[in-house]
């Protein structure tokens, strides 16, 4: 059987690829790896039978016979030490990669978070253009640190793994504010990732899901 991921039956991202289901299933894509997807409303998220996949009542999971998972940086771990082609085989380069991961998560992730939350949250208040720039100018030196190690490389640290697959979908949270076109070897770096076959196949799967959805 193949394993089963849950996904929004309608994304609020409107189906541009960040809702972090899409991690998984560009990591299932380019492991090869068929998949199914559950297909979840907001209410269910919330039930019991969902909860007991994810405490928090939020997506991704996976499950794959006794094994059920929550987390989009766990789910797409499992699957890069499960399957071939997202970790290196050196016991060195296989450490770094996976540091990759936990940067992308725990170091880049968070500013680009808050800046949604700025944007979607409080608009309304006083001090909005205040911590949005204040918050603008956090994203700016998590890119600019990130701009000065990649310099010229393709990738994070030799070839693609599963480190440039996360760093790339929590760059494209940002992408629309135009931040990232300050910084042009990343946004070329971006650019690469979307354009690999498995990443394409992946936002066309989500993608057909909010098509189908919303009657678009």
């Not at 998220?45 to 928090?56: G, I, L």
């Not at 944007?119 to 700016?140: C, G, N, Y």
């Not at 793994?161 to 940002?174: F, H, N």
Request: no cysteine; proline share 6%; hydrophobic share 45%.
């Amino acid at each position: 059987m193949n394993p089963t991921i849950t996904a929004f039956e309608l994304s609020p991202d409107r189906g541009r690829g960040l809702a972090r289901d899409m991690r998984v299933r560009w990591a299932l894509e380019e492991a090869g790896q068929p998949y199914d997807v559950r297909l979840l409303s907001f209410s269910a998220m919330k039930e019991p039978a969902h909860r007991a996949r994810h405490p928090f009542g939020q997506i991704p999971t996976y499950e794959d016979g006794d094994l059920a998972l929550f987390e989009s940086g766990a789910i797409v771990l499992h699957i890069a030490e499960s399957q071939a082609g997202l970790l290196p085989q050196d016991p060195v380069a296989r450490a770094r990669a996976i540091s990759w991961m936990f940067a992308a998560l725990n170091t880049v992730e968070p500013p680009i978070l808050d800046l949604q939350t700025v944007l979607f949250l409080e608009r309304d208040k006083s001090w909005f253009e205040e911590r949005r720039a204040m918050v603008k100018d956090a994203i700016r030196r998590r890119l600019a640190e990130l701009s000065g190690h990649l310099r010229d490389a393709d990738w994070l640290d030799g070839g693609f793994s599963v480190g440039d697959l996360l760093m790339v979908s929590v760059l494209l949270r940002v992408k629309a504010a135009g931040i990232l076109d300050e910084y042009p070897n990343l946004a070329a770096y971006v650019a690469r990732g979307e354009a690999r076959p498995a990443y394409q196949r992946a936002f066309a799967a989500q993608l057909a899901v909010f098509t189908a959805a919303s009657g678009a």
